[in-house]
């Protein structure tokens, strides 16, 4: 049996909720191929301003960069919203991506047959859909020099700026042809190269890093036809590639095909960094209830499983643990519809009939 460390941040709200499941069903999956996982578990957020009198300590900053790895389940709540900005929960995740230096953020949408009903859009458009999208993190618009706010000729103007350097562009390419390979290998690099210079830029190196890759297909569609296309018909995509401004924007709409936030889960990557959480937030509103949807941190396990771990197999295990569970009909209330042959339940016995399933799945 080879030992693997993690580091878990379960953080505030209903993030210790969900990732304990995660962590169980995480361990369980790894043992069934041979993996102990150990997790070295550490307050943050608003739970690590209450314990340590700031949202994330040095010490757990650094215990995440030499192991790597690190699972978060959400920060964030009321009790710390009066906080100034240095101490807010917030803080702390901002840090943590920094430090880790994750350039890569990836968000599957993946819709579940059981699930089809839930999405605001008709069936037969989303049935089957399972994108990933591949957003830049680091880079782009949000982080761009100048950005200013100024006056001139009695008239007050303000100024963002978009750049990327072919380097930026071709990490975060390479990141999609390489998920591409264990998916339907077809890449879609999305960009405004009609009208951006920066797309133009953008485009070209995509175009040369998919000279490594032959077995993967590339296309390019405009920002602007690719939020069409994506109510339109989602099932054309495979890995999506796009900079942070656009994939902020495409990532959320995309969300909506989903039905519910409590299924969406996320990674960040960096050169050999990983973070995995889910895409909600603390949910202050249902925490303590028991009733927290766990499958966005169980599901985003998987993802440490595939990306990170090299376990390819634990997150197929993983994942179809999931759709068994929602087959059999387990409805946490945020995905409740009273359809026949489901049921409300809660947190833990969603844990208990994924743990059973993946004991299941190992044994056959
Ligand atoms: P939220 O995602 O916490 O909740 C939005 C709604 O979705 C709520 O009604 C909630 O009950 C529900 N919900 C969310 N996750 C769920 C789950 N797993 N199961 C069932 N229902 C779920 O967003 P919010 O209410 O805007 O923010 C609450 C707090 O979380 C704020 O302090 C915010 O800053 C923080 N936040 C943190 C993160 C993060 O840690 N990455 C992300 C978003 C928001």
Request: aromatic share 6%.
């Given at each position: ?55 994330v ?33 917030e803080a702390a995740l901002l840090k943590l991506r920094r430090e ?265």
């Amino acid at each position: 049996m080879t030992k693997q460390t993690i580091i878990t941040l379960p953080g505030d709200g209903i993030g210790p909720e969900v990732t304990t499941v995660a962590v169980d069903v995480l361990k369980a999956a790894c043992r069934a191929f041979d993996v102990e996982i150990e997790t070295i578990e550490r307050p943050f957020g608003g739970t690590g301003y209450d314990t340590d009198g700031e949202p994330v300590t040095q010490e757990t900053l650094e215990l995440c960069k030499k192991h790597k790895f690190v699972l978060l389940g959400a920060v964030g709540g009321p009790k710390w919203d009066d906080l100034s900005a240095d101490l807010r929960p917030e803080a702390a995740l901002l840090k943590l991506r920094r430090e880790l230096g994750v350039y890569a953020n990836l968000r599957p949408i993946q819709v579940y047959p059981a699930l089809a009903g839930a999405s605001t859009l008709k069936e037969d458009v989303i049935a089957g859909t399972d994108i990933l999208i591949m957003r830049e993190l680091t880079g782009g618009i949000y982080f761009g020099e100048p950005r200013f706010t100024t006056e001139h000729k009695g008239e007050i103007w303000s100024v963002d700026t978009m750049k990327y350097s072919r380097s930026e562009i071709q990490r975060i390419a390479r990141k999609a042809f390489e998920a591409a390979r264990f998916r339907d290998k077809r890449v879609c690099s999305v960009d405004k190269a009609n009208v951006l210079e920066s797309s133009r830029l953008w485009r070209k190196s995509v175009e040369e890093v998919a000279e490594e890759f032959p077995d993967v297909e590339l296309s390019h569609m405009l920002v602007d036809n690719c939020a069409m296309q994506l109510i339109r018909n989602p099932k054309q995509f495979d890995v999506m590639v796009t900079g942070n401004l656009f994939g902020d924007i495409l990532s959320d709409e995309a969300a909506m095909l989903t039905g519910s936030i409590g299924m969406l889960p996320s990674a960040s990557l960096g050169d050999g960094n990983g973070l995995y959480e889910p895409v909600h937030g603390s949910a202050p509103d249902i925490a303590g209830q028991g009733v927290a949807n766990p499958l966005a941190a169980v599901a985003s396990v998987a993802l440490m499983c595939r990306y990170s771990l090299k376990m390819e197999e634990a997150a197929a295990m993983i994942e179809s643990a999931i759709r068994s569970v929602l087959d059999d009909g387990y409805r946490t209330p945020d995905l409740f519809a009273d359809e026949e042959g489901t049921f409300r339940s809660g947190t833990t016995e969603i844990s208990v009939r994924l743990l059973e399933l993946v004991k299941e799945k190992a044994v056959v």
